[in-house]
T-cell receptor, first 113, second 113 residues
Framework: EAGVAQSPRYKIIEKRQSVAFWCNPI?????LYWYQQILGQGPKLLIQ????????DSQLPKDRFSAERLKGVDSTLKIQPAKLEDSAVYLC???????????FGSGTQLSVL | TQLLEQSPQFLSIQEGENLTVYCNSS?????LQWYRQEPGEGPVLLVT?????EVKKLKRLTFQFGDARKDSSLHITAAQPGDTGLYLC?????????????FGQGTTLQVKP
């Protein structure tokens, strides 16, 4: 079974530029999550989708971050414009509906200079 | 304010030693999970505990959920270099295991041969 796929693996940008991350969850998984993990900290939930609807985006900085999950499958997370404090690993995870186990991708490491 | 406090944050021990990692909160969780994360990878689920007082064993790892479902511990017996990694606890604040997980800041474990 293929795991959660994320791209790119690494991204380096300058502040005020925009960036987008892509995630393809495990086939059939209804729930998709985006987490932000700053170095030395645990992952922080940014947004949770159930199929193509948003369940929780309370910690998403909506003035600069946006996410979508068209057709309830893959998802993109965008940052525009990026700030220095956005430097982090962005993790995508998926889980089957009604099941509490999260499967994580390898993440995208973002460096904002 | 950290909802889930893990201690210690860093642990460096010799192969063969025992160790315990703690995860504490003032909140009650419907379930609690432990993940292990290696550098450059996403977290991988080790165990889920659901019932207060529950104890689960995974080879040399023993996980315990507090009676009040506010805290948990991970005990490793005879640690090996392969146990090196970041250990994360994650609590589900939703009802009926909604999959919305809050992560602790993690415990970095280094086991020296």
């Amino acid at each position: 079974e293929a795991g959660v796929a994320q791209s790119p693996r690494y991204k380096i940008i300058e502040k005020r530029q925009s960036v987008a991350f892509w995630c393809n969850p495990i086939s059939g998984h209804a729930t998709l999550y985006w987490y932000q993990q700053i170095l030395g900290q645990g992952p922080k939930l940014l947004i949770q989708f159930q199929n193509n609807g948003v369940v929780d985006d309370s910690q998403l900085p909506k003035d600069r971050f946006s996410a979508e999950r068209l057709k309830g499958v893959d998802s993109t997370l965008k940052i525009q414009p990026a700030k220095l404090e956005d430097s982090a690993v962005y993790l995508c995870a998926s889980s089957p509906q009604g099941f509490r186990k999260l499967f994580f991708g390898s993440g995208t490491q973002l460096s904002v200079l | 304010t950290q909802l889930l406090e893990q201690s210690p944050q860093f642990l460096s021990i010799q192969e063969g030693e025992n160790l315990t990692v703690y995860c504490n909160s003032s909140s009650v969780f419907s379930s609690l999970q432990w993940y292990r994360q290696e550098p450059g990878e996403g977290p991988v689920l080790l165990v889920t505990v659901v019932t207060g007082g529950e104890v689960k064993k995974l080879k040399r790892l023993t996980f315990q959920f507090g009676d009040a479902r506010k805290d948990s511990s991970l005990h490793i017996t005879a640690a090996q270099p392969g146990d090196t990694g970041l250990y994360l606890c994650a609590g589900d604040l939703g009802s009926s295991n909604t999959g919305k997980l809050i992560f602790g800041q993690g415990t970095t474990l280094q086991v020296k041969p």
